[in-house]
């Protein structure tokens, strides 16, 4: 048969074929002719879909080079420039003789740095399960 015959000629998936397919993708057999009914329906669904893809003439598409936006538009979008860093870069401060970045703490109204803490994680009792302690440690006996 010529290429276009083996195209169009549809191709029988026996449950033989089927169970094969299962058991190298360690998946379990249908329990029912019913359930390996469908599953051979889904699978010749699935490759009559494959089928019409690779059936779209693409002569005069440049391939990807990875899956993501690569129009204009997109490489812009996602292209950093400085003025999308400066917020970020305005919060740091120059610290140690090797001149490394540091994040700044924002102050807060009293004038202490300001951190985000979740409702009651920061002000539960510590040592209030502990059996046994000296001063703000617990102690921990062993042998």
């Not at 276009?4 to 449950?15: A, G």
Request: net charge negative; glycine share 8%.
């Amino acid at each position: 048969p010529s290429e276009k015959e083996k195209e169009e000629e549809p191709t029988k998936i026996t449950p033989q074929t089927l169970s094969h397919l299962l058991r190298l993708s360690a998946l379990p057999e249908p329990s029912t002719p019913a359930e390996s009914s469908a599953m051979l329906q889904t699978l010749h669904a699935q490759l009559h879909f494959v089928r019409d893809i690779q059936r779209v003439d693409t002569t005069g598409v440049e391939p990807l080079s990875s899956i993501r936006d690569e129009t204009p538009e997109g490489i812009r979008e996602a292209t950093v420039a400085l003025a999308t860093l400066q917020h970020a870069l305005a919060e740091e401060e120059v610290y140690g003789r090797c001149k490394r970045p540091r994040r700044m703490r924002s102050k807060g109204t009293g004038g202490g740095a300001v951190r985000k803490v979740e409702e009651g994680v920061e002000d539960w009792d510590v040592l209030g399960c502990a059996a046994e302690t000296v001063g703000r440690y617990f102690v921990v006996r062993s042998g």
